[in-house]
């Protein structure tokens, strides 16, 4: 089914570590945006990218790194994880701007736990 | 800085009941949006509200936009417990691509 796929859908890190989190889309769309879910403070966007090559800095973009090489696909890094990374991630994306009837399409999102 | 502010955080009541969950944003706005997330699920697009006295409806729920106010509503009426979900609205920094989302209303419907 068309959509956005995130990858992995859990896991745990320890403190230090690295990793990066894959969203793809085959829906074509242009922009794509990665936002953190926590408790009590709803959603909060990381990066974003208004197409292939480009990324920026969304409200909470410290500790976090991006990269749009290809237009289907928006990777989130952690270059050393810290506990305060630790929340649910999304990944959504969107057709560009003069589509605004369109909402986003959210991934299912990512758990994610640093200990 | 775009801050969005939703009220009530929390809301719990009985079906068959009118309410009302409240959007206020504090800078120019053109287009904003309402999503539903089910617990542990991701989020689903309810309405698109891009002018100002835009008015939208989808069975039981029913959003609106004052753009001069700065401040969209989302009403349910005659709850039933399979609206019991949390609601979010996400308004859009005008001349940007940004998102701003709001804290979430946790809406509980009581049979």
């Known amino acids: 089914n068309a959509g956005v796929t995130q990858t992995p859908k859990f896991r745990v890190l320890k403190t230090g570590q690295s990793m990066t989190l894959l969203c793809a889309q085959d829906?074509?769309?242009?922009?794509m945006y990665w936002y953190r879910q926590d408790p009590g403070m709803g959603l909060r966007l990381i990066h974003y990218s208004v197409g292939e090559g480009t990324t920026a800095k969304g409200e909470v973009p410290d500790g976090y790194n991006v990269s749009r090489l290809k237009k289907q696909n928006f990777l989130l890094g952690l270059e050393s994880a810290a506990p305060s990374q630790t929340s649910v991630y999304f990944c959504a994306s969107r057709l560009d701007r003069g589509t605004e009837n369109y909402g986003y399409t959210f991934g299912s999102g990512t758990r994610l736990t640093v200990v | 800085e775009l801050k969005v502010e939703q009220n009530p955080l929390f809301l719990s009541m009985q079906e068959g009941k009118n309410y009302t969950i409240y959007c206020n944003y504090s800078t120019t706005s053109d287009r904003l949006y309402w999503y539903r997330q089910d617990p542990g699920k991701s989020l689903e697009s309810l309405f698109v509200?891009?002018?100002?006295?835009a008015v939208k409806q989808e069975g039981r729920l029913m959003a609106s936009l004052d753009t001069k106010a700065r401040l969209s509503t989302l009403h349910i009426t005659a709850a039933v417990h399979d609206l019991s979900a949390t609601y979010f609205c996400a308004v859009g920094l005008s001349g940007t691509y940004k998102y701003i989302f709001g804290t979430g209303t946790r809406l509980k419907v009581l049979a």
């Open positions: 829906m074509n769309h242009e922009y």
């Open positions: 509200l891009l002018s100002n006295g």
